[in-house]
């Protein structure tokens, strides 16, 4: 079974950096879409970024110019560099997998708080 794994949260500083990996397992990681998605304390969960499996980026507004994703296919891993952190973005940070013919994958979370 298919499973997403994320690592590297924690507490950081405002204006601090962290860099967040998510590895797969037992699926063909070259064609997914992998994207993070970040849920705050009493909010619906939204999309942060997505990459594609040829690379393509999205962000959500409110973190262009500030998070970068990136993948790898040799090891399986997606990644979110996140720069100049804020405190909304204070979440539990979820790795999602996704192709067209299938439901999505997700891990099981993992907490990012920014506070001083």
């Known amino acids: 079974q298919a499973q997403l794994v994320e690592s590297g949260g924690g507490l950081v500083q405002p204006g601090g950096s962290m860099t967040l990996s998510c590895a797969a397992s037992?699926?063909?990681?070259?064609?997914?879409?992998m994207a993070w998605y970040r849920q705050a304390p009493g909010k619906q969960r939204e999309p942060v970024a997505h990459i594609d499996g040829g690379g393509s980026t999205n962000y959500t507004d409110s973190v262009k110019g500030r998070f970068t994703i990136s993948r790898d296919n040799g090891k399986n891993t997606v990644y979110l560099q996140m720069n100049n952190l804020e405190p909304d973005d204070t979440a539990v940070y979820y790795c999602?997998?996704?192709?067209?013919?299938?439901?999505?994958?997700w891990g099981q979370g993992t907490q990012v708080t920014v506070s001083s």
């Open positions: 037992r699926l063909s990681f070259h064609i997914w879409t």
């Open positions: 999602q997998a996704w192709v067209p013919w299938l439901s999505p994958l």
